[in-house]
């Protein structure tokens, strides 16, 4: 049970290139989200999925598309970079409720810099 | 909207030190509160949560309080230990129910994060 896995770890690219960052989780889970770090910001949404299928925008979505095409993975793309994409990315996951208060699980962070 | 503050760090302490880091927010609706904690070069773990008023979530010889009064959920230790070191963030989640205006769909909101550095 590898829990949420994201590839790649690192990544360097020019501005205007184009990226896909892979999120797999193994837990059946049904939600999945997208976020950013910045020093001094904490964690804010990109974007999440709420099924298969699904995606929706979050708190910061301008310049990322996501798409949820496997119930296990969940892809963030750049399609043309900016210096200001430069973050570490966190990919998360959860069970919907269940009558519960569930807890998302994090991945170990994707650190892409834009040059 | 939903939001959290979280003291200012960094918080730099010596080894059995006291810590407490404070977390007040504001949420519409019924929030369950969180602190997770990232380790150096790491990704974010869940170190304790309660779901609602009134709960002491604890792990690791920390623990947290859920005070609806004061809207605050602060974290606290007795004895820090070196390997304590890390950032810490306090977040919140609104329970998923259909109302209105849609769900929740269980997304968090974080505060800025606390550097713990804790020295010999």
């Known amino acids: 049970n590898a829990g949420v896995t994201q590839t790649p770890k690192f990544r360097v690219l020019k501005t205007g290139q184009s990226m896909t960052l892979l999120c797999a989780q193994d837990m059946n889970h049904e939600y999945m989200y997208w976020y950013r770090q910045d020093p001094g910001m904490g964690l804010r949404l990109i974007h999440y999925?709420?099924?298969?299928?699904?995606?929706a925008k979050g708190e910061v979505p301008d310049g990322y598309n996501v798409s949820r095409l496997k119930k296990q993975n969940f892809l963030l793309g750049l399609e043309s970079a900016a210096p200001s994409q430069t973050s570490v990315y966190f990919c998360a996951s959860r069970h919907r409720d269940r009558g519960l208060r569930e807890t998302q699980y994090f991945g170990p962070g994707t650190r892409l810099l834009v040059l | 909207g939903n939001s959290v503050t979280q003291m200012e760090g960094p918080v730099t302490l010596s080894e059995e030190a006291f810590l407490t880091i404070n977390c007040t927010y504001t949420a519409t609706g019924y929030p369950s509160l969180f602190w997770y904690v990232q380790y150096p070069g790491e990704g974010l773990q869940l170190l304790l949560k309660a779901t609602k008023a009134d709960d002491k979530g604890s792990n690791k010889g920390f623990e947290a309080t859920y005070r609806k009064e004061t809207t605050s959920f602060h974290l606290e230790k007795g004895s820090v230990q070196v390997s304590d070191s890390a950032v810490y963030f306090c977040?919140?989640?609104?329970?998923?129910?259909?109302?209105?205006?849609?769900?929740?769909?269980?997304?968090?909101?974080f505060g800025q994060g606390t550097i713990l550095t804790v020295h010999p």
């Open positions: 977040a919140l989640s609104l329970f998923s129910t259909i109302n209105a205006g849609g769900t929740s769909y269980g997304k968090l909101t």
């Open positions: 999925s709420v099924g298969e299928g699904t995606t």
